[in-house]
């Protein structure tokens, strides 16, 4: 079974530049994660998706931030404008319902200059 | 979300038991214990969960005391490939990792 994909794995660009992350979830997974983990820190959930509705993004800068999962499968984070701060570990997630196990994919490191 | 309690760091003897405790003193009756590890540089890797009955898989042992506060994931052989941060997190509906706890298996 393919793991969860994520593209691309490494990103530099410079403060108040746009940048988007790609992440194709395991097949039949309905449920869909974005976390951002600071380094030395636990991952923190951005948004979660249960197949195209959003369930929970309390804690996404929407000034900034922003995420679709358009046909419930595929999924891209945006940023815009970026900041030094955004600096990070991007990692995408998914399961099969919200109850059940996550499995993460490689993550996208970015480096915001 | 319940909130966690672990301890920051921890050391284990390279083929013995490693034990590692969890604090949810807040968690309700829907919500499952769940383990993940995070090798370094890699996505966390999920290890183990349970509602209140103890589990085992290939991986690890999960032992949930009986009113549910708190819990205890074991790696009966440790390797030196098992050190890495482990995370204990209980959920409904979404995930809060803390900061996890440390684990190095010493040679």
């Known amino acids: 079974e393919a793991g969860v994909a994520q593209s691309p794995r490494y990103k530099i660009i410079e403060k108040r530049q746009s940048v988007a992350f790609w992440c194709n979830p395991i097949s039949g997974h309905a449920t869909l994660y974005w976390y951002q983990q600071i380094l030395g820190q636990g991952p923190k959930l951005l948004i979660q998706?249960?197949?195209?509705?959003?369930?929970?993004d309390s804690q996404l800068p929407k000034d900034r931030f922003s995420a679709e999962r358009l046909k419930g499968v595929d999924s891209t984070l945006k940023i815009q404008p970026a900041k030094l701060e955004d600096s990070a570990v991007y990692l995408c997630?998914?399961?099969?319902?919200?109850?059940?196990?996550?499995?993460f994919g490689p993550g996208t490191r970015l480096l915001v200059l | 979300d319940a909130k966690t309690t672990q301890p920051p760091s921890m050391d284990c003897a390279e083929g013995r038991a490693a034990n590692l405790p969890c604090n949810h003193s807040?968690?309700?009756?829907?919500?499952?214990v769940y383990w993940y590890r995070q090798i370094h540089s890699q996505g966390p890797q999920y290890i183990i969960h349970g509602l209140k009955n103890n589990e085992t898989n290939e991986m690890a042992s999960l032992i949930i005391t009986e009113d549910r506060k708190s819990s205890t994931l074991i790696l009966p052989h440790a390797t030196l490939r098992d050190t890495a941060v482990y995370y204990c997190?209980?959920?409904?509906?979404?995930?809060?990792f803390g900061a996890g706890t440390r684990l190095t298996v010493k040679p």
């Open positions: 998706f249960q197949n195209n509705g959003v369930v929970d």
């Open positions: 807040t968690i309700s009756g829907n919500e499952y």
């Open positions: 997630a998914s399961s099969l319902d919200y109850v059940e196990p996550q499995y």
């Open positions: 997190i209980v959920s409904g509906v979404g995930m809060r």
